[in-house]
C-alpha cells in the first residue's frame, strides 16, 4: 500500500523557516481599534450637541408659540402675532442653522486631523514592519543558504 505524504509536517517545516511576528498584528489591532474609539467620540459628541441644539430650538419654538396661542380680540392684534412669530421663527431658524453648521465644521476638523494622526502612524509602523520583515528575510534565506 501507498503511504500518503504528512503535510502536515510539511507546511509546519515550510512556516518555520518564515516566523512571523504577531506582535506588529496585535498593535495593528489596537491601534485599529484605538483610532475607531476615537471616531466614535467625535461622532458622539456631535451627536450630543445636536441633540441639546435641537431641544433647545423646540423649547425657543414652543415658547413662542405660546405667545402666538393666546386668544386676541381684535384682528389686527392677531395678524401682528403671526407675523411677529414668524420672523421671530425665521432669525431663530437662521442662528440655529448656523450652530449646526459650526458642529459639522468641527466634526471634519477633528476628523481629518485622526486621518493625518493615523496616516502619520500607519506609514511609521510599515516602516518598521518593513525592516523588520526584510531583516527577517534576510536571516531566513542565509540559514537556507547554509
Known amino acids: 500500500m501507498t ?11 515550510m512556516f518555520a523557516q518564515f516566523p512571523m511576528d504577531t506582535k506588529s498584528m496585535e498593535d ?12 466614535s467620540a467625535v461622532a458622539l459628541d456631535a451627536a450630543a450637541k445636536s441633540t441639546d441644539l435641537s ?3 423646540t423649547k425657543s419654538t414652543l415658547d413662542k408659540m405660546t405667545d402666538l396661542s393666546k386668544s386676541k ?3 389686527a392684534e392677531a395678524g401682528k402675532a403671526v407675523t411677529d412669530f414668524a420672523s421671530a421663527s425665521a432669525e431663530s431658524a437662521a ?3 448656523a450652530a449646526f453648521a459650526e458642529i459639522a465644521k468641527k466634526v ?15 506609514s511609521d509602523e510599515a516602516t518598521a514592519a ?7 528575510v534576510s536571516k531566513a534565506a542565509k540559514k537556507a543558504a547554509a
Open 3 to 13: 503511504k500518503t505524504p504528512d503535510f502536515t509536517a510539511m507546511f509546519k517545516d
Open 28 to 39: 495593528a489591532f489596537k491601534n485599529t481599534a484605538a483610532l475607531g474609539e476615537k471616531f
Open 55 to 57: 431641544s433647545a430650538w
Open 73 to 75: 380680540a381684535d384682528p
Open 95 to 97: 442662528e440655529h442653522m
Open 108 to 122: 471634519q476638523l477633528d476628523t481629518v486631523e485622526l486621518m493625518m494622526a493615523a496616516g502619520k502612524d500607519l
Open 130 to 136: 518593513v525592516k523588520t520583515a526584510t531583516t527577517e
